[in-house]
């Protein structure tokens, strides 16, 4: 059988992010720090979201894509999402009972013996353990709700205007934030937060950013409805928006048919036995 290179890269995944949550009117008063704040704490009570994301990551370019991922009682998640500048065909990505399904349609097929999806174990074996050193494992794990905080962790926080998105009126905000401002807020926060918040910036870290500028559109109650996330990473830059469509709704994700996945577990084994 031969080894299929994923036509989008999973470094793509990292930033599936950003969330909303109920709560009431904001008072004109509010600064734009506590305006930022209160938006975040918003997204605690968050169960599941679907959001669209479009931009640029290191190495694949362009990427743009469109999800939906529950959060609670445990992690899932379905994406669809295609890397204009690789010239290839969409990828569907999925999330599910500690695994992750890479799906290239036609194309992998022809790779794959026939195979439609890729199947990554993440429930410790070595594979999973080789996809977390390439960072890919924690990126697909992530609460995209999480990353939607990061400007809480500016000390330069600012209000642009108002715009709309997606025909909603939003407060439009800005600043910059470091890793180590971000590292210096997670003792604020609730000890899943606090995880969770951890995890993306690991990723960070592991990209080379260590600074980056963040704008956050919040709508009307409080809900952090766009943000918009720029930095420089080693291998080039990083410029993302996610753009939430929905939240707190019912979201069921399924494995794919057996016969239609290759295990990359049982693949090392046959090259290791080879």
């Not at 059988?1 to 950003?18: E, N």
């Not at 997204?43 to 669209?52: G, H, N, V």
């Not at 195979?115 to 993440?122: G, S």
Request: aromatic share 4%; glycine share 10%.
């Amino acid at each position: 059988m031969k080894k299929s290179k994923p036509a989008v890269g999973l470094g793509a995944l990292l930033l599936a992010a950003g969330a909303v949550g109920c709560g009431a009117e904001k008072s004109p008063e509010m600064t734009p720090a506590a305006a930022v704040a209160k938006a975040a704490k918003n997204t605690e009570d968050i169960t599941s979201l679907q959001y669209r994301m479009k931009g640029s990551v290191p190495e694949s370019g362009r990427v743009e894509g469109e999800a939906s991922m529950r959060l609670k009682p445990t992690i899932a998640m379905s994406m669809k999402m295609k890397a204009p500048d690789q010239g290839a065909e969409s990828v569907e990505i999925r999330l599910v009972d500690k695994a992750m399904y890479l799906g290239g349609g036609a194309e992998m097929a022809k790779e794959m013996d026939g195979k439609r999806w890729l199947k990554f174990d993440l429930s410790g074996s070595d594979a999973a353990k080789d996809l977390d050193r390439m960072g890919s494992t924690s990126q697909a794990e992530q609460n995209p709700a999480a990353q939607s905080t990061f400007l809480t962790g500016a000390k330069d926080v600012k209000k642009v205007g108002s715009e709309k998105v997606d025909g909603v009126e939003t407060t439009r905000y800005s600043g910059t934030v470091t890793l180590d401002d971000l590292r210096a807020s997670l003792k604020d926060d609730k000890a899943e937060t606090r995880e969770q918040r951890e995890k993306s910036i690991k990723q960070y870290e592991k990209l080379g950013v260590d600074k980056f500028t963040m704008d956050m559109w919040v709508d009307g109650e409080d809900h952090t409805k766009q943000f918009r996330m720029k930095g420089q990473a080693d291998k080039g830059p990083l410029d993302m928006t996610i753009t939430f469509l929905d939240y707190n709704e019912p979201v069921t994700v399924t494995a794919p048919p057996a016969k239609d996945v290759a295990d990359l577990g049982e693949m090392f084994k046959e090259l290791e036995q080879g």
